[in-house]
């Protein structure tokens, strides 16, 4: 890593780049400096030596750093007694003014256990980091847009807002939504009942189809049930019994837009799924729909893109992704898509390629580490503990490389040697023909210190990557000539995967110009500003 070569200028950065293009571009320059950690798994800290692949000047100074200096280094808030190389410093710089902003979460670390936000029936069956992301996604306030150019106004911090998607359905003029990847339908249900929008639900798994049925029967006899009490204080904002229609089906992200759902898997007992946009005007009743994925995994966030950028019948998306490292990448059999890249603009840049190990570490959870370095929390020792076990395991058998091995979600709390008696026999291996107390087991363990600091380092170039993936989706939507937004929605200390992004074949400026006044809920409670990068329909 030390001696990487400096990258050749990109053949494109000489002609005229919008500021997304030439932040796709010092992202490629930054990684291609940085790939070897980039590209390190953890767990082989021992067996490839990943320490002493570190720049030369970076190793005393991270060797004696505490959590608490790795966490300010993280958060670019310093930390006491830190004393890093410039070097180190100009590489975390980078990182950070590179990476979208993730919003300021404030307030609890955690959410809390009900969101006061939901009416009441709304939050059955559903967890409080889904209650969190379901009621932002419908009320939104305005952060600062690292898009905006530098010398135009940001505006105010503001309190809760009027709904996303209600407003992409005021402003686009459609009643009617499909939500792909709808799971059971928890935000379905919110959108269907809260917000009164005609809701079809597209979901693979035919079980979940079913569960999530089986919650919209229960809400609805709720609801029967408190009208016919008649209670004399009705809730402030009452439900409308309007259920959504839920279907099974996968996208199929080669199909022409009017036959894009496969059957669901497993098969389902009903007939076959009817297509939501299969109507004479795109859509069943002729008229246009709004597309949401709340989370839609891997290659579904670029398949629903893909729909929307060549289907008539999706006048606007708002869509969240997760699960990077499932995204097809180069090589692919002739007829099958990409993930990524999907824009020109960042296929054409040399290095832009992402290993498996990097989209994988773009789906981490920054926030939650950097507190778990503040708290010095007994779950950092968890990664020395694998990358101990997988020498081990490479010792006795060096076939055996980079097994999914889980010894149990809490190996934070057991010592080395129970750790290694419930790890080695999911191998294969006899924990009683491996010595587990040996001094070279208690070197590697004396050196957790070491890699904490190695995996904060890549948590460094973590939100970097996901950036790149979400410029090239934003990138691919103005190649098409639609207008698009980030938002980061989320709190990021609950929610990671916290930017949406939302698209449009209209100005998104009635959608999300006024979001700063009329709060609904009146709670003054601060809330992140919306980012937004929109560029003219060509």
Known sequence: MAAAP???????QHLEQSPEQRRAADIIRLLMLYRPLLDAFVIDFFTDGLWAQLPPAWQPALATATPVQLAGLLGGCGGPGAAWPLSLLAFAAAARAL???????GGSPRPPCQSSHLHPLLRRHVKPKKQHE???LGKVGAPPNPLRPPNSSQPPNSPLSPQLLQRLSQATGCERVVDIGAGQGHLSRFLAFSLGLSVTAVESDSRLV??????DKELLWELGKTRGLGHKRPPPRPLTPRAPQHVAGRLDPAAPWNE????SSPPGPGPTAQNPLGGPGGSEDGGQVLVTGLHACGDLSPALLCHFARSPAVAAVALVGCC????STAPQPPGCPLGYPLSTSVAALPGHQLSYRAREAACHALEEYEGRLRRGSPHLRAHCYRAVL????????PAKRHLGLQPGRKAHTLSFSQYAHLGLPLAGLDPAGIPLDTGAVGAMLEQQHKVVAFCTL???????VETLILLDRLLYLREQGFYCALVPLFNPQFSPRNLVLVASRTPLATVLAGLDKDSEDGDGSKDEDLEEAESPRA
């Open 390 to 397: 997988e020498s081990l395991i490479r010792a006795s058998d």
């Open 134 to 136: 379901i009621q932002r």
């Open 99 to 105: 990476a979208f902003p993730r919003g300021c979460p």
């Open 210 to 215: 079913g569960l999530a049925e089986r919650f």
């Open 260 to 263: 894009f759902l496969l059957p």
């Open 458 to 464: 890549g948590q460094l170039l973590a939100p970097v």
């Open 6 to 12: 400096h990258p050749t200028p990109h053949p494109q």
């Open 324 to 327: 990077y490292m499932k995204l």
